[in-house]
């Protein structure tokens, strides 16, 4: 059973950083397309960053300079580190991989990120 589980959400003040983590099992993680996604209240969720196997990343333009994507192929990890936060960053962020197999993709239950002073 494919599993995501995220972490490290929370209310930070912007200007401020945070660091999620997405801890996956069940299946392959080193050959799996691997990304973060956000939806704001009211809004349809988007792409953040996203990485494939071979390591290219791609960031959304809103974040670029901001955030950094990174996974440890150890621990089947994989990181956002977001850093000088905007209230509009203000979203649930959901971990996203699409499996090398039968390129189904798998989610997260989502971590809250709140920007706000």
């Known amino acids: 059973q494919v599993q995501l589980v995220e972490s490290g959400g929370g209310l930070v003040q912007p200007g401020g950083s945070l660091r999620l983590s997405c801890a996956v099992s069940g299946t392959s993680f080193s050959l799996a397309t691997m990304g973060w996604y956000r939806q704001a209240p009211g809004k349809e969720r988007e792409l953040v960053a996203r990485i494939t196997s071979v390591g290219y990343t791609n960031y959304a333009d809103s974040v670029k300079g901001r955030f950094i994507l990174s996974r440890d192929h150890a621990k089947k990890t994989l990181y956002l580190q977001m850093s000088s936060l905007k209230p509009e960053d203000t979203a649930f962020y959901y971990c996203?991989?699409?499996?090398?197999?039968?390129?189904?993709?798998?989610w997260g239950q989502g971590t809250q990120v709140t920007v706000s002073s």
């Open positions: 996203n991989l699409i499996s090398p197999v039968n390129s189904y993709a798998y």
